[in-house]
Nanobody, 124 residues
């Protein structure tokens, strides 16, 4: 199995940027499609972005399209989420997830492994 650890969250003003990282250990990282999800207080976990095993395929939620960029470095066993032009409504706990030999999918139940989450707070 794979262990996932997120980092890079924090407090930022609206319009600012953050880059989240998801470091993997365990089995071969390149065998896993990766996704980012977020959950705000009182709300369900929602899809943010996903990336294919090779990194050539990506998908974004409409709410973040054009502002967030997902990427991965298989040699470093790390996935990234670059978040620009942040808005207060982006405030949430952000989770990375992995699915072995998976596609670019946007449903939480599709993913096998999850990190512990990192808090992102955007002030207005």
């Amino acid at each position: 199995q794979v262990q996932l650890v997120e980092s890079g969250g924090g407090l930022v003003q609206a319009g600012g940027s953050l880059r989240l990282s998801c470091a993997a250990s365990g089995r071969t990282f390149s065998e896993y499609a990766m996704g980012w999800f977020r959950q705000a207080p009182g709300k369900e976990r929602e899809f943010v972005s996903a990336i294919s095993l090779s990194g050539r395929g990506t998908k974004y939620a409409d709410s973040v399209k054009g502002r967030f960029t997902i990427s991965r470095d298989n040699a470093k066993k790390t996935a990234y989420l670059q978040m620009n032009s942040l808005k207060p409504e982006d405030t949430a706990v952000y989770y990375c997830a992995g699915k072995r030999y998976g596609g670019v999918v946007d449903q939480p139940y599709e993913y096998d492994y999850w990190g512990q989450g990192t808090q992102v707070t955007v002030s207005s």
